[in-house]
């Protein structure tokens, strides 16, 4: 898959080259269970974020999480907004950190909308062998 | 705790002790595609455990920050188990891991995302030096 708009990075293809066919569906599996854990975490992050007294570093644990698997994925949009994200809570910055948690969830709606296309196409076109290059 | 096998060969035993399950997928994938016999550890204290039990590892990668025990936390124990033969490997994305890690035993640091072409010369020393050991 092309890095789509700066919001997938060259991690994407490393799983990619990591499917085979032991594993055919390698690639939409990782994708699956980060879009399953991915919104528990942000709803986490949200009900801390709502706490008082502000628990700083659960949120940073709960980011610390959420950009691990991002970056597994290669989200990088995702990826570079959690740090944004983890600088606020290191300068216990809770407006900042609001900010950026919907700055976060855009991105994942978005991000969530074109991998699940993403697939989608896959599964229309049918396995990569069968692909034809039209620029040949 | 959890085991995972290749097909075919499987002579490098991997302990992989990382929190977040999708890192964990990929990780022990790549593991996996290098024909190591996985085990999973979830945080720093489970690796511990499984050396505590008596379980031998030729080589256990560690995220850094973990719930219960830290990777860096977790290497101290192991190496002071008197397990100085098996490669110890950080694995991070966090600036400053490389130090956290090597400061207290850790044989190699190797920062995440990690790539397969990172971690192939990696088990291939460690097959050479078991293949030598051997001889």
């Not at chain 2, 973990?66 to 124990?77: L, Q, R, S, Y």
């Not at chain 2, 490669?87 to 995302?113: C, N, Q, R, T, Y």
């Amino acid at each position: 898959m092309v890095p789509e708009m700066g919001y997938l990075d060259e991690q994407f293809n490393q799983l990619e080259e990591l499917q085979d066919e032991s594993s055919p569906n390698f690639v939409e599996e990782v994708v699956a269970l980060f879009l399953k854990d991915s919104p528990r975490l942000l709803s986490n992050i949200e009900q801390t974020i709502g706490k008082y007294p502000q628990d700083f570093y659960r949120l940073d644990s709960l980011v610390h999480q959420l950009k691990g698997s991002g970056s597994s994925i290669g989200a990088v949009r995702m990826k570079n907004e959690c740090s944004v994200f983890k600088a606020h809570c290191n300068d216990r910055n809770l407006e900042g950190c609001r900010r950026s948690l919907q700055k976060m969830k855009r991105e994942h709606a978005t991000l969530k909308q074109k991998l699940e296309s993403y697939f989608q196409l896959l599964r229309q076109v049918g396995p990569r062998e069968h692909a034809v290059n039209s620029r040949k | 705790m959890m085991e995972l096998k290749a097909k075919g060969s499987t002579s490098i035993k991997a302990l992989l002790v990382e929190d977040i399950e999708v890192c964990r997928l990929v990780l022990s994938t790549i593991l996996l595609r290098l024909h190591c016999e996985v085990t999973l550890a979830m945080n720093g204290k489970e690796a511990v455990d499984l050396f505590l039990e008596g379980k031998k590892f030729d080589i256990v990668l560690f995220d850094k920050n973990m719930p219960i025990m830290t990777g860096p936390e977790a290497i101290v124990k192991i190496r002071a188990m008197g397990e100085t033969d098996v490669k110890m490997v950080g694995v991070s994305a966090d600036d400053h891991a490389m130090e956290a890690f090597m400061s207290v035993g850790a044989d190699l640091f190797v920062p995440k995302p990690m790539r397969m072409e990172a971690l192939g010369p990696i088990i291939q020393e460690v097959i050479n030096k078991k293949k030598n050991d051997m001889v």
